[in-house]
């Protein structure tokens, strides 16, 4: 059974910088990209970037470009998400996702619990 | 990037009845790469349908959807009290992956 557990909500103050895990388990790990999506009080749904975890190939949102680095421990089967310069625009609930591949045509069929980030003085 | 419409942004209907949700695209989404998603207050999103029409798993068959190029629909027919939700589209036919704005689907 495929789960995707992420870290606790966290508070940060403006120019900080935050690091969310995903664990991932009940799969292959390294077969599926995992992508970072975040959801800010009334807005849309929001693709923040993804990483193969087999070769570590990455891509980002441009908007995010230069603030944000995706990682992955294949070893411990968990993702990374740092974003740095967080300004109060950065508060969220953060997602992860796994990518389904082309068999769900690149759909995200399994999404972790969210982690809230308050970004506030 | 491509720009996702959602219509209407609130639809109220009662259990039983059937509800249409409407998906606009800014530019013609390839491979119909286009999914829906269920989102309940306080949960993450679930995997309703992909690739336009198919039925993600253990999702009932009173979920469907269709479209192709740029105007995609879901359809609920029968609607259950768990119906009662956020619908949130989602194109991955050309980057970066983008979301509809929702539609948020409330018991008249």
């Known amino acids: 059974q495929v789960h995707l557990v992420q870290s606790g909500a966290d508070v940060k103050k403006p120019g900080a910088s935050v690091k969310l895990s995903c664990k991932a388990s009940?799969?292959?790990?390294?077969?599926?990209?995992l992508h970072w999506v975040r959801q800010a009080p009334g807005q849309r749904l929001e693709w923040m970037g993804w990483?193969?975890?087999?070769?570590?190939?990455?891509k980002y949102s441009e908007t995010l470009q230069g603030r944000i680095t995706i990682t992955r421990d294949t070893s411990s089967t968990t993702l990374y998400m740092e974003l740095h310069s967080l300004t109060s625009e950065d508060t969220a609930i953060y997602y992860c996702?796994?990518?389904?591949?082309?068999?769900?045509?690149?759909?995200?069929?399994?999404w972790g619990q969210g982690t809230l980030v308050t970004v506030s003085s | 990037e491509i720009v996702l419409t959602q219509s209407p942004g609130t639809l109220s209907l009662s259990p039983g009845d059937s509800a249409s949700l409407s998906c606009r695209a800014s530019q013609t989404i390839s491979g119909n790469y286009v999914a829906w998603y269920q989102q309940m207050p306080g949960q993450a999103p679930r995997l309703l349908i992909y690739?336009?029409?198919n039925r993600a798993t253990g999702i009932p068959d009173r979920f469907s959807g269709s479209g192709s190029g740029t105007d995609f629909t879901l359809i609920v027919s029968r609607l259950e009290p768990e119906d009662f939700a956020v619908y949130h589209c989602h194109q991955y036919g050309a980057s970066p992956p983008t979301f509809g704005q929702g539609t948020k689907l409330e018991i008249k």
């Open positions: 690739g336009a029409s």
């Open positions: 009940g799969y292959a790990f390294t077969k599926y990209a």
């Open positions: 996702a796994r990518e389904g591949g082309y068999m769900y045509r690149y759909s995200f069929d399994f």
């Open positions: 990483i193969i975890p087999d070769s570590g190939d990455r």
